[in-house]
């Protein structure tokens, strides 16, 4: 399963979690964010990974040339959209950025926010379902109701997010049945500081639950 840990900061915590067994790092690159991360503090944690560990940078209603330039310059492999972003954007960034993973979130108020995702799975890589906050894009340590998505399966791949944590996410995992899992605040001491004995937990969890996570 695609373990994505989200909101890293520092490049020691970046290479521990990847060691731990992230197959995925998020940056922020949202300014208004306490976890926002510069280009140059996304490469100075990318100098310490191996090439394998996917990198991912969180953007919400930039145009598209902010991000290509964020990307020319960090090392990045991903691009996470968490805010309004059309089918038509989407597309857009596509062409700028070919070969380049791109993962839609939605942050999904009610299950009818849920029939809206049909639109992007021929604009985008891979969903993403963030739970809906009406101040905060993201990053608010709140869960969807996983019961709604018992029966969610879209044609391209998905992560479940919001609210997960050590101890939630066996509970989640045994509703729900996402590609990957990503995780910000449940793994935290504070926003942006990443809390390695909770990233540990998480992993020992996931490990006790394998015959649960039936889409490994
Ligand atoms: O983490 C943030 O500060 C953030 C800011 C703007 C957009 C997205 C953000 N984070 C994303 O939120 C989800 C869920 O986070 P949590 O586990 O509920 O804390 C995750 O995908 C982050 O990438």
Not at 66 to 88: M, N, R
Not at 153 to 175: F, K, M, V, Y
Request: proline share 5%; with cysteine; charged share 20%.
């Amino acid at each position: 399963m695609r373990v994505k840990i989200c909101g890293i900061t520092q490049p020691e915590q970046g290479k521990a979690i990847a060691q731990l067994g992230a197959t995925t790092l998020g940056f922020i690159c949202v300014s208004a964010s306490p976890r926002y991360v510069t280009c140059q503090q996304i490469r100075a944690v990318v100098e310490q990974l191996p090439d394998n560990i996917e990198r991912i940078g969180v953007f919400a209603n930039a145009t598209v040339e902010e991000i290509y330039q964020v990307f020319a310059d960090s090392g990045l492999t991903g691009v996470q959209l968490h805010g309004d972003e059309s089918p038509e954007y989407c597309l857009k960034l596509r062409q700028v950025l070919p070969n380049t993973e791109i993962i839609k979130a939605l942050r999904v108020k009610n299950s009818q926010a849920l029939e809206q995702i049909d639109i992007y799975t021929n604009c985008v890589d891979t969903l993403l379902l963030d739970a809906y906050h009406p101040q905060q894009l993201g990053g608010t340590g709140k869960t969807l109701d996983w019961n709604t998505l018992e029966t969610f399966n879209p044609q391209i791949p998905w992560l479940l997010a919001g609210g997960l944590t050590p101890d939630n996410i066996l509970n989640a995992l045994s509703q729900v049945i996402p590609h990957g899992i990503d995780l910000s605040s449940g793994v935290e001491i504070a926003p942006g500081d990443k809390d390695l004995r909770k990233v540990a937990r998480l992993f020992e969890q996931l490990g006790d639950g394998e015959s649960l996570i039936r889409n490994s």
